[in-house]
């Protein structure tokens, strides 16, 4: 495991409570039960450490709290959580060396206007917007069910036709370039094999050949994206939908990545063309090394971990 994530020696496991620094819970925090949770805290209260859950699965649903427990998570909404719940990275290999050849992003010269790519699953189809808008209804049906007084419902939020309208307003400026690739399913579509490795390229050539990348949440509040754009060593258009960011007291995100507000998305081209109008030559270039470095030397597991240590 520590070199599949490059976790340095400075970090050492026990199976012992009483020697520990902080307590991990080895399964993700949905597979326990309420008791299970008030034991795990109870450990950490009685050694006075903090321990650390990671809550898997896309949608925002919030989890029992307790005093001396940390929950991290990729979906979820910041303005439903409390501090308990921290922003998670979503963990992804280095492409260049699989599919460049090489450890050294291109940097990309700055041209008058920005190229704006993107490549995934995007349709305007109205049974797509309300087939996800129904798989949604029923998620919170069942959660009233189980509780009709919880307040963690998950707003309704087609995410590929959304996805779509926003590549839309691009399209219709005349103030940016788009280099889009549209797919009608997840991955094309396609689960393994050949098919699956040509289509992956196909969307890290589209992001290398890009300048900005849009990067908008998918079934779940998070993106994906915004890592595997920052580890192209590309500049993120983060449109925000309450999401929780990871290592948000470390990292001034503003500054590695286009902000984008929900709210004011219908001006997302004029938004990315001031950014990128308001940039020098050599701040364009420095950007993109920047975001690199944010990826390799941030958002990893033995960097995580020393967040944690903090």
């Known amino acids: 495991m520590r070199d599949r994530w490059g976790v340095t020696d400075e970090f050492q496991f026990t199976e012992t409570i009483t020697t520990a620094d902080v307590l991990f819970i080895p399964h993700p925090v949905n597979t326990y039960s309420k008791k299970q949770l008030q034991e795990f805290n109870a450990l950490c209260v009685q050694q006075n450490i ?70 995934g699953y995007a349709d305007f189809s109205g049974f797509i917007k309300f087939s996800h808008t129904l798989r949604l209804v029923r998620e919170n049906l069942q959660r009233f069910i189980s509780n009709p007084l919880r307040k963690d419902y998950e707003p309704l939020f087609a995410s590929a036709y959304e996805r779509a309208r926003l590549l839309g307003y691009f399209e219709k400026s005349a103030m940016v370039e788009s280099h889009f690739i549209y797919r009608k399913q997840y991955r094309a579509g396609v689960q393994r094999g050949e098919s699956r490795a040509v289509t992956t390229r196909e969307y890290f050539e589209n992001i290398k050949n890009s300048d900005y990348v849009l990067c908008v949440r998918g079934a779940g509040n998070f993106s994906v994206r915004l890592y595997e754009t920052l580890m192209m060593g590309r500049i993120p258009v983060f449109v925000n939908t309450d999401c929780l960011l990871p290592f948000e007291d470390e990292i001034d995100w503003k500054k590695h990545l286009v902000w984008i507000e929900w709210k004011d998305r219908k001006n997302i081209a004029a938004r990315v063309a001031d950014f990128h109008a308001n940039l020098s030559a050599a701040e364009f270039e420095q950007l993109q090394k920047d975001n690199r470095r944010l990826w390799k030397e941030t958002l990893s597991v033995n960097k995580m971990l020393g967040f944690i240590k903090k």
């Open 50 to 119: 903090r321990g650390y859950g990671y809550i898997s699965g896309d949608y925002g649903k919030r989890y029992p709290e307790h005093s001396n427990l940390v929950y991290f998570r990729m979906g979820g909404f910041k303005s439903q959580l409390s501090a308990n719940n921290r922003g998670f990275p979503v963990f992804v290999s280095d492409k260049y060396p699989t599919f460049f050849d090489t450890d050294e992003i291109k940097i990309r010269p700055k041209k008058a206007q920005p190229l704006i790519g993107f490549c």
